[in-house]
């Protein structure tokens, strides 16, 4: 069984299109992480849940809305795609606590034409 | 602001040999340093981590080493494998709440 599953894996879709990304995961966590990887392959949090509750907002542009329904779920809606906002978005759990192993999914891969 | 710098970027070592990646944060508050591999096309995975009350932590091959008073650390990889060739991120964090900061990666190709 996969620990954190997210869907879809790939993704291309023109510019100005809603899109979302939907990341679950099976570890019992108490935490969930949304991070953006770009080209450079440079990793940045975006988001972090924990219990449902939003703890963690980096400056990310508001076209972009974390949901998590519960604490297994974090799901990522972005509206009005920009070429910019391709990259591999990665859902990630762990369970709260300095230094509690974080556990990344495999990635969606998002390509805006 | 890059508070973890990590370097080099790429790496090339001969099967055999000992890979050794550099990071230095700015951060004092930082009090976990974790290292994470990642493969292509794959999320990260924790490789090995440390805290700032010991100088060094080795698990296998892969060995951390701490120099709180540079705020500098370092990941060695012994017996570099073809199997090691991945990229790796250094990583800090403080706080209950894991607000990690990574570094840029180094990709290290380990060649037969």
């Known amino acids: 069984d996969t620990a954190v599953s997210q869907t879809p894996k790939y993704l291309v879709t023109q510019m100005g299109n809603d899109k979302s990304i939907k990341c679950e995961q099976n570890?019992?966590?108490?935490?969930m992480y949304w991070y953006k990887q770009d080209s450079k392959k440079f990793l940045k949090i975006m988001f972090s849940?924990?219990?449902?509750?939003?703890?963690i907002n980096e400056t990310v542009p508001n076209r972009f809305s974390p949901k998590s329904p519960d604490k297994a779920h974090l799901n990522l809606h972005i509206n009005s795609l920009e070429l910019g906002d391709s990259a591999v978005y990665f859902c990630?759990?762990?369970?709260?606590?300095?230094?509690?192993?974080?556990?990344f999914g495999e990635g969606s891969w998002l390509t805006v034409v | 602001q890059q508070q973890v710098k990590q370097s080099p970027q790429s790496l090339i070592v001969q099967k055999g040999g000992i890979s050794i990646i550099n990071c230095a944060y700015e951060?004092?508050?930082?009090?976990?340093f974790p290292w994470y591999q990642q493969f292509p096309g794959k999320g990260p995975a924790l490789l090995i981590a440390?805290?700032?009350?010991?100088s060094e932590k080795k698990e296998g091959r892969f060995t951390i080493s701490f120099n709180k008073s540079a705020k500098q650390f370092s990941l060695h990889i012994m017996d570099s494998q073809p199997g090691d060739s991945a990229t790796y991120f250094c990583?800090?964090?403080?706080?209950?709440?894991?607000?990690?900061?990574f570094g840029t990666g180094t990709k290290l190709q380990v060649i037969p």
């Open positions: 990630a759990s762990s369970q709260k606590g300095a230094g509690n192993t974080i556990y």
């Open positions: 570890l019992g966590h108490d935490t």
């Open positions: 849940y924990n219990n449902k509750e939003l703890i």
């Open positions: 951060n004092t508050a930082f009090d976990y």
């Open positions: 440390i805290r700032p009350d010991v």
């Open positions: 990583a800090a964090s403080h706080g209950g709440y894991q607000k990690v900061t």
